[in-house]
């Protein structure tokens, strides 16, 4: 039995949490849940959005499967995803996108996985003011040589384990000379180690562009904390959205799963949600935990699920609700 901090989240976290735990149970995967809090409704009721007794149980069990969490916008808490990433040291942050069954899509045969790196780049929160006025600002962004050898290496060491054959670094080393530069630097240094993979570097508006013309040329993309969180998003858009969408964060200790959607507090209750993204988060972790054969079985039940109109929620463009979705796929798991 394997002991899981759940994490219910904010909005339609609730509801797309209770579909997946259900479709875990069905399918008899060994996992005890151990319920935890977080985001805002943490933040309403103690003040305080990352309750340590949420810390701590992550700290003892080592994985986590949370669902989305609110962030105020331009003010408040910083996001909680970002504090819970650098407190757990959970560099690497992996999204797989390919192109699903009864998912309508521009492409027809995506299939790559980004590797972000999730603890310094732009998004270390080291911002000031310039001037007493405040009409200027001022981020600053931190790349090391240790941090961009361990996610390439994540990167490359995924190739080998998941039978992939390429693996793409990208950065803006014509202009971002000495962040960027190091990145791209350690890249090509640790690539030798891996002579079995093909690599290549790409400057990241090319990758954008090229994502969006023929995304059949990129297996496994690596790159920085804010390039990442742009291309693994408009990787997601090339095969349906965010809505399915897995995502893990993984360090050396410890492994949080998430959906890498919003917390949607505008359908909460209201039997839309999509619990899809989670879902397939739950089988990233089923995977970590040994648990292959439960999540392949999952998989394929989701698989005959997402082509049936009457099953499928509304954002796939169906007319079933979190409940018919739930109840068809454990069907199709029989």
């Not at 959005?49 to 994985?63: N, Q, R």
């Not at 996610?151 to 054959?165: E, L």
């Not at 054969?293 to 929620?313: G, M, N, Q, V, Y």
């Amino acid at each position: 039995m394997h002991d899981i901090v759940l994490i219910k989240g904010d909005g339609i976290g609730p509801e797309i949490t209770d579909s997946v735990t259900e479709i875990l149970a069905a399918a008899k995967a060994d996992i005890n849940w151990i319920p935890a809090q977080a985001g805002m409704e943490a933040f309403e009721k103690n003040g305080n959005p990352l309750p340590d007794e949420t810390v701590e149980l992550i700290d003892k069990h080592k994985v986590a499967l949370k669902g989305p969490l609110t962030t105020p916008v331009g003010s408040g808490f910083r996001s909680i995803n970002v504090a819970l990433r650098q407190r757990f040291d959970l560099y690497s942050n992996i999204r797989p996108v390919r192109t699903l069954p009864g998912v309508p899509t521009r492409f027809e045969s995506v299939d790559l996985v980004t590797f972000r790196e999730n603890t310094q780049g732009m998004y270390i929160g080291q911002e000031r003011w310039v001037d007493e006025a405040r009409t200027t600002a001022e981020s600053v962004a931190i790349v090391s040589r240790d941090a961009s050898e361990r996610i390439i290496r994540a990167a490359f060491d995924y190739a080998v384990k998941h039978g992939r054959k390429k693996v793409s670094l990208i950065h803006k080393a014509n202009i971002l000379k000495y962040t960027t530069g190091l990145f791209l630097k350690v890249g090509q240094e640790v690539a030798v180690d891996y002579p079995e993979i093909e690599f290549n570097d790409m400057i990241v508006d090319n990758t954008a562009m090229q994502m969006v013309i023929r995304p059949e040329i990129f297996d496994i993309i690596v790159t920085t904390n804010l390039f990442g969180d742009i291309l693994s998003d408009l990787a997601s858009g090339l095969v349906g959205g965010l809505g399915v969408t897995g995502s893990a964060n993984m360090g050396d200790q410890h492994a949080i799963f998430e959906a890498v959607h919003g917390s949607a507090p505008d359908i909460a209750g209201q039997g839309k949600a999509n619990p899809t993204a989670l879902l397939i988060s739950a089988l990233m972790m089923l995977e970590h935990i040994g648990q292959v054969d439960k999540a392949e079985k999952i998989r394929k039940a989701l698989f005959r699920t997402l082509p049936d109109k009457s099953a499928i929620t509304g954002d796939l463009g169906g007319i079933g609700s979190t409940r018919i979705f739930t109840e068809a796929l454990i069907r199709n798991m029989r």
